[in-house]
């Protein structure tokens, strides 16, 4: 029997699902927004229809870009980030209906309209995106580049002038009356960075060493590169006390370096560098003692852990079905809106919501892991592998540090919690994932039949001539 | 509002989301199960084809997807289509050919087509303008599929169903 005919797969765009599943995300979102305005004042916002009127706007053009410049790309990414676009949008509204004059000691202004802005300028990246980057392997071209990039957007919010301090950590930069956390934006760039890198020294990397214990370990020169990632994210963790992006970092390239090269031993020596690491860190720095001790025990210092405790007590008032939405008091954990976003949409959703929306994430990143499994050319894997997988561990680290699993960092919730670079960087991810997504579900490209006979004929003769 | 009203939108909420995240999942559970191909029924019959000695042209006519008939597309003869069967079909303007190519441009005996019994042929018998598949000349035997234009001469042909 011919194998051809057992694993043939038929390109198929599904832009019609993806089109029904985008409806259904901005219901949700519409749904959720209503809901919060019947359970905070009893009515539907009057504002209700002007929002609902952007976000199908917003979600038509979106799908328009989409159906134009990607026309193969993932069904499903685009309608899963924007219901959690929309769920983030709503639960800060939700938050902004209790906070002011009240959290953040009185200084609290609204802030679902700037967040809804932030959504419309993480499209206009996620379309500008989309047309800048034509090929994803174009962007193998500029591997070194992007690590300098990112080398350079960390160290900005170090620099005097623009660089800030917020709430212990040096990870802002403000220019003006604009913050931004150019982590976010370092994180693409290293991504970019570790996949051009790895492609071209995998097979250095997977094929010499020797095996210790039963696991193939790295040869000592090879270690360069792991070592220097590990430089860096303990540098960012003494220089910017930002314990989450180091964690980010480090986790990201250990996972790129193990499946660009197959071979578990990098995660062995990743997983003893980190906790080396870890533990250094615990003995050296006090703000990450507290954390740990936070972690371990935080009722032995309820003055000091009052914003976990709070979200703790936030998830269990929530129990199974929830609150329902505007009839939690979210509030009154600090930063529920950005940090510990989770944990109100546990208390107001329950954990049949919070589980739907952890099923959404895990979605998304088995798209990113699928795309990356499909994908035909080394350089798309492992970019679209990086990526999934560091949206993943972000996840994990914020829902995990919330939930008391591992101890609290400062990450943001991706597409949920509130702040401007997070959405418009995810955006731009996503944006990426398609992109990639679109050349490999494309079929393979048609023979042209050739427009000009000239082109094909040896022997020229004039009609009716013998050939 | 009562307790009761926002008691069910709370549970409406919480199915719409659930129901959202399931449609989604259906979409994609086609990763899983394979997609509704047209050859997705084919694991089915292979048993049977399998377990007797069938005739290698029956086999064929079963499995679907396969060429049927090759057919000029475009030139002098454009319509005319001669069926696929085991043997070699032969095209050119020489009357040994199966579909005599009217077109100065075809040589008497210029392309063969063949099967191995699973996959198509075009091979060039040596014409002097040769045979292109797109712009690229053909020079052994290339494999080809439904719908790829072969062209001879001014004349273009392809396997059709």
């Known amino acids: 029997m011919p194998a051809s005919s057992t694993s043939t797969w038929v390109p198929r765009k599904r832009r019609g699902a993806e089109l029904v599943l985008t409806a259904m995300a901005v219901g949700i979102a519409i749904f959720a927004y209503a809901a919060v305005g019947l359970g905070t004042s009893g009515s539907i916002p009057a504002d209700t229809f002007k929002l609902a009127g952007a976000l199908i706007l917003v979600a038509a053009a979106t799908t328009v870009v989409v159906r134009r410049l990607v026309p193969y790309a993932d069904p499903v990414l685009l309608p899963l980030v924007i219901a959690l676009n929309g769920l983030g949008l709503a639960m800060i509204y939700r938050i902004d209906q209790d906070c002011p004059g009240f959290c953040l000691g009185g200084n609290y202004s609204p802030l679902a309209d700037a967040q809804l802005m932030w959504t419309a300028i993480g499209l206009l990246a996620f379309c500008v995106v989309l047309f800048v980057v034509t090929d994803h392997r174009m962007l193998q071209r500029f591997t070194y580049s992007a690590g300098l990039a990112a080398i350079v957007l960390l160290l900005m919010p170090l620099m005097p002038l623009i660089g800030s301090r917020v709430r212990g950590a040096q990870i802002w930069i403000s220019i003006g009356p604009f913050s931004f956390q150019p982590g976010e934006a370092a994180k693409i760039c290293l991504a970019v960075f570790f996949a051009g890198y790895l492609v071209r020294h995998k097979d250095a990397l997977a094929l010499a060493g020797r095996r210790v214990l039963g696991v193939d370990l790295p040869r000592g020169r090879d270690l360069g590169p792991i070592l220097a990632g590990w430089l860096i994210s303990v540098g960012i963790l003494v220089f910017q006390r930002d314990l989450g992006s180091s964690l980010l970092f480090f986790g990201l390239f250990v996972v790129m370096l193990y499946i660009a090269t197959e071979r578990p031993g990098w995660l062995v020596v990743g997983g003893v560098l980190f906790v080396s690491g870890a533990y250094f860190g615990y003995l050296a720095f006090g703000h990450v003692r507290a954390r740990f001790d936070a972690w371990l025990d935080p009722f032995g210092d309820p003055d000091a852990n009052g914003q976990l405790i709070s979200s703790l007590f936030g998830l269990a008032h929530g129990g199974v079905l929830g609150q329902g939405l505007g009839q939690g008091s979210p509030e009154l954990t600090p930063f529920s809106f950005s940090d510990f976003i989770i944990g109100a949409m546990g208390e107001e959703l329950g954990l049949t919501g919070l589980m739907a929306i952890l099923l959404i994430y895990g979605l998304i990143t088995e798209r990113g892991l699928r795309i990356a499994l499909t994908c035909r050319d080394a350089f798309g894997k492992l970019l679209a592998a990086g990526l999934a997988v560091s949206f993943a561990l972000q996840v994990f680290v914020v829902v995990g540090g919330v939930t008391r699993l591992i101890p609290l960092t400062g990450l943001t919730t991706p597409f949920l919690a509130q702040g401007g670079s997070s959405i418009v960087m995810n955006w731009a991810i996503i944006a990426l994932l398609l992109r990639i997504s679109d050349q490999t579900r494309r079929p393979a490209p048609e023979i042209s039949a050739i427009q000009s006979d000239d082109e094909t004929q040896v022997v020229k003769l004039p009609a009716g001539g013998v050939a | ?161």
């Open chain 2, 1 to 161: 509002m009562s307790e009761l009203t926002l008691t069910l939108i709370k549970l409406a909420f919480l199915a719409v989301l659930w129901i959202f995240v399931l449609s989604a999942v259906s979409v994609i559970r086609s990763d899983i199960f394979g997609t509704k191909a047209p050859t997705s029924s084919r694991p089915k019959a292979k048993p049977k084809a399998a377990g007797k000695p069938a005739k290698p042209a029956r086999s064929r006519k079963a499995q679907r997807g396969a060429p049927l008939t090759l057919r000029v597309v475009s030139g002098a003869n454009q319509g005319q289509s001669v069926p696929l069967g085991d043997g070699p079909i032969l095209l050119g303007r020489g009357t040994d050919a199966a579909i005599r190519l009217d077109d100065d441009y075809v040589s008497t005996r210029h392309a063969r087509f063949a099967t191995n019994g699973e996959q198509w042929f075009v091979e060039d018998l040596g014409s002097t303008n040769g045979t292109y598949i797109g712009s690229q000349r053909v020079t052994t035997p290339i494999p080809i599929g439904l719908g790829i234009q072969v062209r001879i001469g001014k004349t273009v042909v392809e396997l059709r169903k």
